[in-house]
């Protein structure tokens, strides 16, 4: 049976992101000392493990590379296992602002699941043609299934109590867009609620970005696909585990 942790436990999934990823940390355990963070190193081939393990975080190693989906549901179990009751997902690249971390933990203080918005009237982040007419009909529709307004449901950037935690262990799929709009919406069928919180976008801090006219316009195809595999996924109730305060 785990043991209470007060302390939110930090998610990393990273892939190949030795470049970087150390600064992350350090810029992480900076900006939000109360938090433990835990990297999932999610088959990666270069010196991601050991460059997160030298500037503080604890290491989750996976043999082979899961995807995102994969890493996080790691990422959930560990913490089940180790007993936290707030997790927030980073990413390993330096696009999530440390800053806004406690910002939307905050955001679990009236909702399940906490989700840091980058369309939320702060920050610059933008984005056009058929990335930007994916990402409003999915935050339309998913809107309406929430009962709340949501403008930025792609968005990785995201807290989750241990009522989410539950559920995302029972159910976190690993296929494409799987771990934010396949997960976010059995949440919801499941009992969960959700909020928003507005945040930063920071450019990546290494590597080059994926984003082009042909990429796009799959991005959408995918996305609605994704939309229509998640709606008619069956959801289960959540089954909460017990856990002991010291």
């Known amino acids: 049976m785990p043991t209470y942790n007060s302390r939110p436990l930090v998610v990393m999934p990273a892939w190949n992101e030795d470049v970087v990823i150390g600064e992350t940390i350090r810029e992480v355990i900076q900006q939000a000392p109360h938090c433990d963070v835990l990297v999932v190193s999610d088959g990666s081939t270069d010196r991601t493990a050991e460059v997160a393990t030298a500037a503080g975080a604890q290491v989750l190693i996976l043999p082979f590379n899961l995807g995102v989906g994969g890493a996080m549901r790691a990422g959930f179990k560990f913490a089940s296992r180790h007993g936290y009751r ?32 980058r369309f939320a009237e702060r920050g610059s982040y933008s984005v056009s043609g058929p990335r930007k007419w994916a990402m409003g009909f999915l935050a339309a529709v998913i809107s309406r299934l929430a009962g709340t307004k949501l403008t930025d449901v792609t968005s990785g950037f995201r807290a989750g109590n241990t009522k989410a935690i539950a559920q995302y262990l029972d159910h976190y799929p690993a296929e494409y867009l799987g771990d934010t709009i396949d997960s976010l919406v059995v949440a919801l069928r499941s009992g969960c609620t959700v909020v928003q919180v507005p945040v930063e976008m920071r450019a990546r801090q290494a590597g080059v970005p994926s984003h082009n006219p042909f990429k796009s316009a799959i991005y959408l195809g995918r996305s609605v696909l994704a939309l229509f595999l998640a709606l008619t996924r069956k959801h289960s109730a959540i089954k909460m585990e017990s856990q002991v305060e010291p």
Do not use: F, T, Y
């Not at 997790?87 to 203080?109: S, T, Y």
């Open 86 to 117: 707030q997790v927030i997902q980073v990413d390993a690249d330096g696009q999530h602002d440390p800053k806004d971390i406690q910002h939307v933990l905050d955001g679990l203080e009236n909702a399940d699941i906490s989700i840091g918005a």
